[in-house]
């Protein structure tokens, strides 16, 4: 056997190699089709803690404030409930572009996206704990102009809503 015919035998057994690995490639293209795309199951999940946080940081909040309203002089047993205007918001980072000309400023604003091929998603900058929007206070020592005034101006420093979103009763 000559050297030509060496070669020629190492080309055919390149080629075929190549071959085999294209149709075990092309296979595995054709198979990731049918498997389920996680990124949906990702998102689910989520949604739904998306909604337990809002919750569960509502909660947070209305235990801390009786906490610490149970601490006025003369407010005894306190109770609160909060209402809350949204759930969590989340801010993207985005990329701002101004164009100034002699007569007018142009701006544009795209978000940064993140990821490649399907995976591609916005940049999240931050999340904004829900907005509380307001509030209702009871506790025993409310039957007393100045307690109820001090818890008025509590509340309202606390949780930055005015005092017109606060209702202070006695409790029964």
């Known amino acids: 056997m000559g050297l030509n015919e060496k070669i ?3 080309i055919q057994g ?8 294209g149709a075990v490639g092309m296979v595995l293209i054709l198979l990731s089709g049918f498997l389920p795309e996680r990124k949906n199951y990702e998102k689910q999940a989520e949604n739904e803690s998306s909604s337990d946080t809002a919750q569960i940081y509502c909660e947070d ?9 149970e601490n006025i002089d003369g407010a005894g ?18 990329e ?10 142009e701006e544009e604003e795209k978000y940064v996206i993140v990821g490649g091929g399907n995976s591609r ?4 900058e931050r999340v904004k704990t829900p907005e509380i929007t307001g509030a209702v206070i009871i506790c025993t020592g409310c039957g007393n102009p100045v307690v109820e005034e001090r818890i008025y101006k ?14 202070v009763t006695k409790m029964k």
């Not at 390149?14 to 690995?21: E, F, H, N, Y």
């Not at 209305?62 to 309203?69: C, H, W």
């Not at 047993?77 to 985005?94: H, I, K, P, R």
């Not at 998603?121 to 999240?124: A, C, T, W």
Request: no cysteine; glycine share 4%.
């Open 154 to 167: 509590a509340v309202s420093a606390a949780l930055d809503i005015p005092t017109s979103k606060i209702f």
């Open 77 to 94: 047993n306190v109770e609160v409930y909060l209402t809350v205007g949204s759930g969590e918001q989340y801010v993207y980072a985005a």
């Open 61 to 69: 909040t209305e235990k801390r404030l009786k906490e610490f309203l």
């Open 96 to 105: 701002e572009k101004k164009v100034r000309t002699d007569s007018k400023t």
């Open 121 to 124: 998603e916005p940049l999240i």
């Open 14 to 21: 390149k080629r075929s190699a190549v071959i085999a690995l």
């Open 8 to 10: 020629k035998g190492m």
